[in-house]
């Protein structure tokens, strides 16, 4: 069955970085795309990034436009999300997961999800 799995999460304080990963098993990895969100607390979900199956497109949400690069490495069925100059309005669970299409920026574009992962910024 599909499976993603993410890491990395933790406490850091304002202006740090963080880099997220997600490992993914059950499909071929490098034929799909995939993608970030995340879900503040009381807040619905939020759609972070995207990047395409070889990893030679990306995109953005404005918010972290500049502070954030997401990533893949097909041959470790992994994809990451470095996150630089972190912000108390990042705090969230992140998910990676994987979309229908590309550059898929709704919840509802995304078939498979994983459990996620804590990301609090705080001082």
């Known amino acids: 069955e599909v499976q993603l799995v993410e890491s990395g999460g933790g406490l850091v304080q304002p202006g740090g970085s963080l880099r997220l990963s997600c490992v993914a098993s059950g499909f071929t990895f490098s034929m799909y795309a995939m993608g970030w969100l995340r879900q503040a607390p009381g807040k619905g979900l939020e759609w972070v990034s995207a990047i395409n199956n070889g990893g030679s497109s990306t995109s953005y949400a404005d918010s972290v436009k500049g502070r954030f690069t997401i990533s893949r490495d097909n041959a470790k069925n992994t994809l990451y999300l470095q996150m630089n100059n972190l912000k108390p309005d990042d705090t969230a669970v992140y998910y990676c997961?994987?979309?229908?299409?590309?550059?898929?920026?709704?919840?509802?574009?995304?078939?498979?999800w994983g459990q996620g992962t804590q990301v609090t910024v705080s001082s």
């Open positions: 997961a994987k979309p229908r299409l590309y550059p898929a920026v709704r919840a509802h574009d995304y078939d498979y």
